[in-house]
């Protein structure tokens, strides 16, 4: 999927083959729930059958003795035939539901390891309408559409065959509509394929539009682009809205076609048994039974056919879905989401990070990083300081497997690994800070589900955040995050270095995670992440110089090169870029010199 802008969408053949897959993985549930609906359609065929019967013996002034048997059959047939269906609609979309809830788990699974490039480049709305509206409208399909048309069709296949069943040329009569139906279809299903990929392409257009334009409000705001993004989203609407209104037109056309089949093969129905009845060839019973039977179809053929739409639209659905869930794991980079060299398959024995001549550009834009080497010994740690621009979070990202190098490795304990493999040692925390909505003590259970109490609280204490945590309303438990008990910037970032305490990874990548708290809350913020990464190896991408002279080493990078690294004291002394920056910021923050 490299340079699309779009997540992938399976093809037809690839979906068929996910479907297969997924019901062979549950033939017992789903062979049970055909064998209900067999039923279910044999019993409901019964009563119209009987009912020709009946017509006959009265016509016949049967006594009573020979009817009621009968109407007790037509009761009975109607009773189960409506527990059968009603059972086999429970089990179908049962069936379905799961196999539905196992998709959207995978989609949404695989979505979450998406590269953080592919991400931004496809963008959010995308995946979040496959993820809900496609979602629903496979739901809808699953438990509703796909059970009814079951039982549309096997009625539909049994009716026929108890009308031939009474004689041949009953069958036939009923089954001169089934090439009306078909013609139909054909005629209909072409046309409404595209239209319902349209309408589905320009949803998802219109949703991502406006979550992009809720995610960059201030932006909006502060360009007052107001009145231009409001009219790009209501250009959106009302191609949304054409489109759906050119569907529903040729929905009615085609509704006008299915009319005429019904038309056409009841009146054969009629007219051949009227010629049968006259002939003495059948009974006035048979023959109306058969109209009745033809009849009884009207709903339940109008039901298979109508809502074929909706199989489709869900189709399409499925065909994104599964689109999404098939993306091998680091997609977008690696398609076989194995490190460059092959070798990230051995377990690291340490905690040494080293990056050896790492390249990297985003999305074919130029290169940001030009074969950069780093070395961070065991339980050291490392600055990584530079102007603006110069490549550190991206050379933090990649360190920590979040962003794939062109060329190059990143290795723990001497060993290459690729980025899933990463993940699993070393933890990053960036600027853009996340509290999950829910209870506090729930956002720092995320990073250890189960965490017991005691831990948490240690956790908390150790970054200094227990004092005001346990002065919330409700404590711990005060829900937080959005809706919630609003958090400041810097005690969303004391949380997070608690969560990494919690996750305790041998490796700790810290990108600028004092940079936005102001002085007095950088000072506080610092000693926190100190206490969170104590005993670590650590990368920290530093802003503040205070960090860097803290550091065992700095490395300094402009322009996605090192162009010097060594000890505070030993660059300041060596009077080249570094001591530059650490002049500047020393000329910027008086209480520096204090670090
Ligand atoms: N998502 C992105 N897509 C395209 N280019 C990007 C993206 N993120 C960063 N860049 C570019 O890559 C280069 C390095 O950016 P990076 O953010 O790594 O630098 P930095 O040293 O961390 O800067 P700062 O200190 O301002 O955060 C810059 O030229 C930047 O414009």
Redesign the pocket.
């Known amino acids: 999927m490299t340079g699309s802008d779009r997540l992938p969408i399976a093809g037809a053949r690839r979906t068929w083959a996910w479907l297969r897959l997924e019901l062979r993985a549950r033939w017992l549930g789903s062979t049970f729930a055909a064998l209900v609906g067999v039923v279910g359609a044999a019993a409901s065929v019964v009563p119209a059958y009987a009912l020709g019967v009946l017509v006959d013996r009265v016509k016949e002034n049967a006594p009573v003795s020979a009817i009621v048997p009968i109407a007790v059959v037509i009761v009975a047939a109607a009773v189960v035939g409506g527990v059968a269906t009603g059972t086999a609609t429970y089990l179908v979309g049962r069936v379905c539901g799961h196999m539905l809830a196992d998709l959207r788990e995978r989609t949404v699974a695989r979505a979450l390891r998406l590269p953080?490039?592919t991400l931004?480049r496809i963008g959010k709305g995308d995946l979040l309408s496959r993820v809900s509206s496609d979602a629903a409208a496979i739901g809808k399909a699953a438990t509703s559409v796909i059970p009814t048309m079951i039982s549309a069709f096997l009625l539909g296949v049994l009716s026929i065959a108890a009308m031939a069943g009474m004689d041949w040329r009953l069958g036939l009569a009923g089954a001169v509509a089934v090439p009306l139906y078909v013609a139909a279809l054909r005629w209909y299903l072409p046309r409404a394929a595209p239209k319902y990929a349209a309408e589905r392409h320009a949803v998802a257009g219109n949703s991502q539009l406006l979550v992009e334009n809720m995610q960059g409000v201030r932006t909006v705001h502060a360009y007052r682009l107001e009145q231009r993004r409001l009219r790009d989203i209501g250009d959106a609407s009302y191609q949304v809205h054409d489109i759906s209104v050119s569907v529903f037109t040729l929905f009615t056309r085609f509704v006008g076609r299915i009319n005429r089949a019904e038309f056409f093969g009841l009146a054969a129905i009629l007219v051949v048994g009227f010629l049968l009845v006259r002939s003495g060839a059948a009974t006035v019973g048979q023959s109306a039974a058969a109209a009745v039977l033809f009849h009884r179809l009207f709903n339940p053929i109008g039901m298979l056919l109508f809502t074929f739409d909706e199989l489709q639209a869900a189709a399409a659905s499925l065909a994104r879905l599964v689109g999404v869930a098939d993306l091998a794991p680091d997609c977008g980079d690696d398609p076989d989401g194995d490190d460059p060299d092959g070798d990230g398959v051995g377990e690291p024995a340490g905690a040494a990070l080293e990056l050896r001549d790492v390249r990297f550009r985003?999305?074919g834009?130029?290169e940001?990083?030009h074969g950069v080497s780093i070395s961070v010994p065991a339980g050291a740690r490392v600055a990584l300081v530079?102007?603006?621009?110069?490549?550190?979070?991206?050379?933090?990202?990649i360190a920590a497997g979040i962003l794939r190098p062109e060329t190059g490795t990143v290795s723990v304990a001497g060993v290459a690994q690729a980025p899933d493999r990463l993940r699993a040692h070393v933890a990053i925390i960036t600027q853009e800070v996340h509290v999950f909505a829910g209870p506090l003590i729930e956002d720092l259970r995320l990073a250890r589900p189960g965490a017991p109490a005691g831990e948490i609280a240690a956790a908390l204490s150790a970054v200094g955040a227990l004092d005001w945590a346990t002065a919330l309303p409700a404590g711990l438990d005060t829900v937080v995050g959005e809706g919630g008990h609003e958090l400041t910037t810097a005690q969303a970032q004391q949380l997070a270095l608690a969560r990494l305490i919690l996750v305790d990874p041998a490796i700790a990548i810290l990108?600028?995670a004092t940079a936005e708290a102001g002085s007095l809350g950088a000072r506080t913020l610092e000693e926190s992440a100190a206490a969170a990464t104590r005993g670590r190896t650590t990368l920290i991408?530093a802003?503040r110089l205070a960090q860097a002279a803290a550091a065992d080493r700095v490395v300094v990078?402009e322009h996605?090169r090192i162009v010097e690294q060594g000890g505070h004291e030993e660059l300041v002394a060596a009077g080249g870029r570094y001591a530059q920056l650490w002049r500047a910021w020393e000329a910027r923050t008086p209480t520096s010199s204090s670090r």
């Open positions: 953080a490039t931004e985003y999305d834009g130029p940001v990083l530079g102007s603006t621009g110069a490549g550190k979070s991206t050379l933090a990202a990108d600028e991408v802003h990078l996605g």
